[in-house]
Antibody, heavy 121, light 108 residues
Framework: QLQLQESGPGLVKPSETLSLTCTVS??????????WGWIRQPPGKGLEWIGS???????YDNPSLKSRVTISVDTSKNQFSLKLSSVTAADTAVYYC?????????????WGQGTLVTVSS | EIVLTQSPGTLSLSPGERATLSCRAS???????LAWYQQKPGQAPRLLIY???SRATGIPDRFSGSGSGTDFTLTISRLEPEDFAVYYC?????????FGQGTKVEIK
């Protein structure tokens, strides 16, 4: 059974960079059939896709985040990571990592449990 | 980007009743690339439906999806106690993938 687990600091100061890692177990991140994505959910609000990466490092991300997003992959560790720069209180959210299909299947079928990141001084 | 509008915002129903949730897109997108998710408090979303009408693995057949173009529907034929949750639609036919704002199905 595929499992994903987010890890990283729960508190980040304004203007700093948020960094999270997702560790995949029970399957290989090197599968060519999938992308690996980040989605966030501010407290009490809806879901927002942040960006996704595949095993070879091809990425695409949400233009609404204005180039603040960097996503990378480490196939040797079966992990992928998110960096979000210049954070503000508006970036406070539960951050999820998830598996995303490719081509005509770009829905998210496996999710991590999520990790709350609070932006505050 | 495509904006998905879900209605109603909240649906108050009793166990055993039928639930009909709507998701309308601001513009048409490729094929029927629409998914539905269920989210319970403190949990990650769970994929229910993809391709507008295909049930994900392990999803009971009381959940069904339909629609095309800009109008999509999730139907729960008979609500079980565990079905009271928030439901989100997501389109993946156009980049960036986007989610609706959610419909809460609550116990009446």
């Amino acid at each position: 059974q595929l499992q994903l687990q987010e890890s990283g600091p729960g508190l980040v100061k304004p203007s700093e960079t948020l960094s999270l890692t997702c560790t995949v177990s029970g399957g290989s991140i090197s599968s060519s059939s999938y992308y690996w994505g980040w989605i966030r959910q501010p407290p009490g609000k809806g879901l927002e896709w942040i960006g996704s990466i595949n095993y070879s490092g091809n990425t695409y991300d949400n233009p609404s985040l204005k180039s603040r997003v960097t996503i990378s992959v480490d196939t040797s560790k079966n992990q992928f990571s998110l960096k979000l720069s210049s954070v503000t209180a508006a970036d406070t959210a539960v951050y999820y990592c998830a598996r995303q299909g490719q081509w005509h299947s770009k829905y998210f079928d496996y999710w991590g449990q999520g990790t709350l990141v609070t932006v505050s001084s | 980007e495509i904006v998905l509008t879900q209605s109603p915002g909240t649906l108050s129903l009793s166990p055993g009743e039928r639930a009909t949730l709507s998701c309308r897109a601001s513009q048409s997108f490729s094929s029927s690339y629409l998914a539905w998710y269920q989210q319970k408090p403190g949990q990650a979303p769970r994929l229910l439906i993809y391709g507008a009408s295909s049930r994900a693995t392990g999803i009971p057949d009381r959940f069904s999806g339909s629609g095309s173009g800009t109008d999509f529907t999730l139907t729960i034929s008979r609500l079980e106690p565990e079905d009271f949750a928030v439901y989100y639609c997501q389109q993946y036919g156009s980049s960036p993938p986007t989610f609706g704002q959610g419909t809460k199905v609550e116990i009446k």
